[in-house]
Nanobody, 128 residues
Framework: QVQLVESGGGLVQAGGSLRLSCAAS????????VGWFRQAPGKERLLVAA????????YYTDSVKGRFTISRDNAKNTVYLQINGLKPEDSAVYYC?????????????????????WGQGTQVTVSS
């Protein structure tokens, strides 16, 4: 089973930027769609961005459009989430998950429980 490790979280001031990384253990990583989710304390884990297995399709939830950019480097088995213009409401634990052979839209439509693997999460805290 593919293993995922997130990194890049931290404490930043509002308006700042972070780049999160999701590194996979499997060389067939290019065959997975990847989603970035976030979960704030007491709230549901929600998808914020996704990229399809081919890297050509992307999805963003409305609240992050224009500020978040998802990309992938299959040679490094890594997916990135560039976050600009951070807001205090972006504070959460960010998780990546993978699902084999899905587009970004399909990743958004599938139940999180159906995904093939999850990382352990990385904390993002935005101070006002």
């Amino acid at each position: 089973q593919v293993q995922l490790v997130e990194s890049g979280g931290g404490l930043v001031q509002a308006g700042g930027s972070l780049r999160l990384s999701c590194a996979a253990s499997e060389r067939t990583f290019s065959g997975y769609g990847v989603g970035w989710f976030r979960q704030a304390p007491g709230k549901e884990r929600l998808l914020v961005a996704a990229i399809g297995w081919g890297g050509e399709s992307t999805y963003y939830t409305d609240s992050v459009k224009g500020r978040f950019t998802i990309s992938r480097d299959n040679a490094k088995n890594t997916v990135y989430l560039q976050i600009n213009g951070l807001k205090p409401e972006d504070s959460a634990v960010y998780y990546c998950a993978v699902h084999r052979w899905v587009t970004a839209q399909e990743m958004a439509e599938k139940s999180p429980r159906s995904h093939d693997a999850w990382g352990q999460g990385t904390q993002v805290t935005v101070s006002s």
